[in-house]
């Protein structure tokens, strides 16, 4: 069974030097203190999106990194109106990387 993201799961870029947590805007619903996330989270500034270098451009991967659309989403649930985001959901960086998660974000 696939778990739902939440804010501060780890994100992986396979062409950037470190992962980063995902960083959202404040929004229901709410589980564990934390916002879920959903497929409008793919915004470099906004979601905080710091893969540090890309090895593709040698260059900081905010400066460069510009996500397609999120792959393999739950769209049978509505998160702030927009599809939610599982584990095992992906995105490509206009660059080349394909970014995932490390983990979920969930806290037990």
Do not use: E
């Amino acid at each position: 069974m696939a778990d739902y993201i939440q804010a501060g799961a780890l994100l992986h870029c396979d062409k950037g030097s470190t992962p980063c947590p995902l960083s959202v805007p404040p929004r229901w619903p709410v589980l564990g203190g934390r916002p879920w996330c959903n497929t409008n989270d793919r915004d470099p500034i906004i979601n905080q999106l710091n893969f540090g270098v890309c090895a593709l451009t040698q260059k900081a991967c905010p400066a460069t990194c510009q996500p397609t659309q999120w792959q393999d989403v739950q769209t049978s649930v509505d998160v702030a109106g927009r599809p939610a985001l599982l584990d095992h959901s992906f995105i490509m960086c206009a660059v080349g990387g394909r970014i995932t998660f490390l983990n979920s974000g969930q806290v037990s």
